[in-house]
């Protein structure tokens, strides 16, 4: 702006003129109107982004949580399967002599079993097998040997796709199914086994009979997938 412009330049009743210098408010007040509306605008847009990004979280939520469902309960186990509880173990109270198994355990020695339980956690688990009880547990070896607080009712499981290498750990609650065989039995690590689970192999698909390959359709490809999930020791 130049210095003349920063002048009026009027004309008086008696002819003459007069200069005044021109108010730089007047000059801004648009300016600052306009910047204004534009922060106005701005925190406007903000407000409604935040809110539809809540909005879209919310319903992500609420579609994962509810499109999961819960299974409370099994269903029915397939033909020629008795389901098998680690309450069915002994007979309770326990008597003078000690532990005694039910004649439902008995009754059930070679035959298919379906189990629901935890893996034990083992800092060197044995290649091909792991410990399978009612609750989470680990034990130490290191530490405390084979005086562990693992409970009476232990099922020690084969897998046999894992006859070579050890089993991954899964945390979650497994439901399995197998041969159940009884008898004390001395294992390699040194504890003395009374019930097993053999589990079944996977089940081959249409496609898979025709290709030989083996798929996920059985009890111990479903653990195979849930060890995916854990962490290996």
């Known amino acids: 702006m130049s210095s003349l412009s920063r002048f009026k330049v009027t004309v008086n009743s008696d002819g003459t003129l007069s200069t005044r210098r021109r108010s730089s408010q007047a000059s801004n007040r648009p300016t600052r109107q306009n910047s204004m509306k534009t922060k106005s605008t701005f925190r406007s847009v903000l407000a409604v982004s935040l809110v539809l990004g809540l909005a879209v979280i919310a319903i992500a939520a609420h579609r994962h949580w509810h499109g999961h469902k819960v299974l409370t309960k099994l269903p029915p186990p397939p033909p020629g399967v008795t389901d098998l509880k680690f309450n069915e173990f002994f007979v309770l109270p326990v008597g003078p002599i000690g532990l005694e198994p039910t004649e439902k355990l008995r ?18 688990p044995p290649v091909g097998t792991f410990l399978f009880a009612a609750i989470p547990a680990q034990i130490h070896e290191h530490d405390n ?42 294992e390699a690590d040194g504890r003395v086994t009374y019930a097993r689970l053999e589990l079944d192999p996977p089940t081959p698909s249409f496609f898979g009979r025709l290709f030989s390959v083996r798929s996920g359709q059985g009890a111990e490809k479903q653990l195979v997938r849930n060890t995916s999930r854990g962490a290996t020791p």
């Not at 009754?107 to 629901?116: E, N, W, Y």
């Not at 894992?162 to 945390?171: D, G, L, T």
Request: charged share 25%.
């Open 145 to 186: 040997g084979l005086a562990d607080d693992l409970p009476p009712a232990t099922v020690r499981v084969a897998v046999p796709t894992c006859r070579e290498k050890p089993v991954p750990f899964a945390p979650d609650l497994m439901a399995l199914t197998g041969t159940l065989h009884l008898g004390n039995r001395a």
């Open 107 to 124: 009754s059930l020695d070679g035959k298919r079993v379906r189990m629901l339980g935890y893996m034990v956690r083992q800092e060197k």
